[in-house]
């Protein structure tokens, strides 16, 4: 039997925009990171290697941004295939986008 | 026969990553026929996958700092350098890629999957690059343990010992 369709939208909306903007900024972080070693030293001192510092990071800005979105509203207005697209688009870029930097890098 | 606390760190990292990638599988197979009866098998399943990852973050992460260190010079010094410099690279920064997605899963699981065909296409393509990515990181950890192993064996040859 074939599931229906209500055609309701995607409750979790603000969290799957947040996982996406959190995903591109932990590329970026990795990326910024590895060109500039003064910020590696940086989050060295933060919680005493920089992969704890980038991860705790990663952490806050799922969980802050995910719940500031679900506050406004504004990620509820998304279409949901938008939305999709989005969080499937980011995670391709960057594992597309890591391995193509340690490799080239 | 000798065991260290590395080499049962290591195995419960690679067990975890495991068996979190089969549950998320587990996920996408019940949304493919997602009805009021499985609801609950696809949340708890979400909810395994959330925290199989988490245990996998906590636990890799605990060995990556204490115990690579020493694998990573050899591995430098050896005939597969790419092994930490490309995969060991990108593995510990696409694991947050899959640690970001498998805490989002249950979220999106939370939707009624049964009614709503937007909820059901986000899970399964939440679940499918938790798989894919999941398999890539798994991929990358066999390399860079053929890395230590051919850097030992390359010590071996040229040391006689």
Redesign the interface.
Known sequence: ?K??????????AP??VA?AV??LF??AL?WTK?AHPSLLHAMDAVA??N??T??LA?VVV?LGLGLILSRGGWAHRMA??R??AF??AA?AF??AG??AW??VF | MKITVSDVVLLAHSACGVVGILAAAGVFVDTLNARAENARRIRTLAIVTAVCMTVTWIVGGYWYVHFYPMDRALILHGPWPFAHTVFMETKEHLFFTTLILSWYLPMAAADSLSTNAAARKMVLCVAMLIVLSGLAIEGSGAIINHGVKVALLDVRAKTGR
């Open positions: 039997m599931p229906e369709d209500t055609g309701e939208g995607l409750r979790s969290f799957a996982g959190t995903i932990s590329t990795a590895d005493g290697h992969w704890i980038h991860g990663d799922f949901p295939n939305v999709i969080l499937v995670a960057s594992a890591l391995f340690y490799a």
